[in-house]
């Protein structure tokens, strides 16, 4: 085991280094999207950065097991219980039932998290599979006097708790000013802190999905379904929740007080907050303006990668900016460590090393184990890299200091072969296809899958233009350089002869 991971713990509310806690296994659980409509890229900062704290405690050595719910039913318009149900919304948006629009957006937010690299957690759980394992929870805070009825619905008591804002710094003082403006007062409540665990009657009448429960025809809170996902899969300790900022309150705050309740004790050691990313405008929206999601990006000509790149450039705990101009650096920035990855000489000796790992019996080794077990590689110098990786992300997940880890291990004088097997080694938390992209360069430059009548038509404008230098015919020269880069051709002189490569 290598950790020595300090992480700022929200709880605690300090950086601290992260412990698990049994056998070094980690349990971890992330609260998933609500499909009511595509995923944007402020919602995919989050679930990025989450992506690279769980690679990065695998690589640390930790077993992980990581769950995620998928919210397809009672997240209200307001976090705080009120308004419509967003699903109900999405549906009545599209003319779809709410199960369409559920399964839309599933695929929808699985796709974009593809592209950009994400993993998909072991468990993936849509709150809709789980209405039982609610109803069962309920019914035990019930028991125990944590919760009550009023107005048809089932209400957490927050009055019972010692202290109620674990997580943040909220007091009821500021909540009475009112932190939102569609937040209705609900009179059913005791207090205003409590909230909805199960709904029977909601202004919205029409609500689509129902389902029979001991206190009438109805639907679960939003709370609830974290709680009870995360205690199916992981049991009634958690090492690690994470979350976007936003759900520090009410969400997670909500979740501690009904958790606690249940198992009367201590459910969660360390909390995870990303930051938002936000637009020139002040927050990313669904609604208003650019709707910015992957594809939107892809359709303006960005590898979702570049994105992952722009996001692990800053700190998970600095709100980001998102500015086109901001891409657009990145995007050079990744094409120009792409071009430096691809330039690395890896010649005959992977192929020595891979015949090795496979009469070794370790054939379907990931790329990046392949690289590292090549007998060329220098096994030290990718110790010593290793080292400097940990140390710069065990800084409390300090992406931007691993990709300066990267950067300086490209310029070391360390050889091509151990540089590649650095390379796959950093990736597998970074997750920018560094490799990859870097074999479809060197593939694009070759010209391999170009249309041969276009390589032969190089060739000969190649020869042509040596013959035309020699006989000092600069003029021609000239001419025939303007109309390879009219057919996207740009070519460069060198000490080996003339190059070339697609613009
Ligand atoms: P939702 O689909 O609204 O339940 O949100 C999915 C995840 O995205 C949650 O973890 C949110 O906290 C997070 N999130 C929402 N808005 C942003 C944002 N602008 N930047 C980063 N994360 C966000
Ligand atoms: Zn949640």
């Not at 009367?264 to 050691?269: L, P, Q």
Request: with cysteine; proline share 2%.
């Amino acid at each position: 085991m290598e950790n020595n991971l300090n992480l700022y713990n929200t709880l605690t509310k300090k950086v601290e280094r992260f412990v698990p806690g049994e056998d070094g296994k980690v349990k971890m659980y992330t609260c998933g999207p609500t499909v009511y409509h595509y995923a944007h890229i402020g919602n995919l900062r989050s679930y990025i950065m989450e992506d690279v704290l769980e690679k990065f405690l695998r690589f640390s050595g930790y077993d992980v097991k990581r769950v995620m719910n998928i919210t397809d039913v009672g997240h209200l318009s307001s976090d705080a219980d009120t308004g419509e149900d967003k699903m109900l919304k999405g549906a009545k948006r599209e003319h779809k039932t709410v199960m369409e629009i559920a399964k839309f957006y599933t695929d929808a937010f699985m796709k974009d998290c593809a592209k950009l690299n994400i993993r998909t957690p072991d468990v993936v759980e849509p709150a809709t599979n789980c209405i039982s394992d609610f109803i069962h929870m309920i019914e035990v805070l019930m028991e125990k006097g944590y919760a009550y009825q009023a107005g048809g619905n089932v209400y957490f008591d927050t009055s019972k708790l010692e202290e109620y804002y674990v997580l943040s710094n909220q007091n009821a003082e500021e909540l009475a000013v009112g932190v939102r403006e569609s937040v209705e007062e609900d009179t059913n409540k005791r207090s205003k802190t409590d909230f909805v665990l199960w709904f029977t009657k909601s202004k919205f009448e029409d609500q689509e999905l129902k389902w029979e429960s001991p206190w009438g025809v109805g639907y679960p809170g939003w709370h609830i379904e974290c709680s009870a996902i995360s205690m199916k899969h992981l049991g009634g300790t958690l090492d690690l929740h994470c979350g976007g900022i936003d759900n520090v309150f009410p969400h997670h705050t909500n979740e501690i007080a009904q958790s606690e309740s249940y198992l009367g004790h201590k459910w969660c050691n360390y909390w995870f907050h990303v930051l938002h990313l936000n637009d020139s405008t002040g927050k990313m929206s669904k609604s208003k303006g650019d709707f910015l999601t992957v594809s939107l990006l892809e359709e303006k000509g960005y590898e979702p990668l570049v994105y992952r790149m722009f996001c692990l450039q800053s700190h998970y705990r600095k709100p980001l900016v998102f500015t086109y101009e901001a891409l657009d650096n990145v995007a050079v920035a990744y094409g120009k460590l792409v071009a430096r990855i691809a330039a690395l000489g890896q010649g005959k000796v992977t192929q020595t090393g891979k015949d090795a790992v496979e009469k070794d019996g370790g054939a379907g080794l990931e790329e990046g184990a392949l690289l590292a077990a090549n007998p060329a590689v220098d096994q030290e110098k990718l110790t010593e890299f290793r080292a400097q990786f940990l140390e710069a992300m065990n800084g409390d997940l300090n992406t931007s200091s691993g990709l300066t880890v990267l950067y300086d291990m490209l310029k070391s004088e360390a050889d091509d072969v151990t540089k590649r097997a650095a390379v796959a080694m950093f990736d597998e938390v970074l997750s920018l296809g560094l490799l990859a992209a870097a074999e479809r360069m060197k593939e694009e430059k070759s010209g391999a899958g170009m249309d041969a009548e276009l390589l032969s038509f190089i060739e000969a404008k190649i020869a042509e233009r040596k013959e035309a230098k020699k006989a000092k015919d600069f003029a021609r020269a000239d001419a025939i350089r303007e109309e390879l880069a009219a057919k996207g051709i740009a070519i460069k002189d060198t000490r080996e002869g003339t190059v070339w490569e697609k613009m």
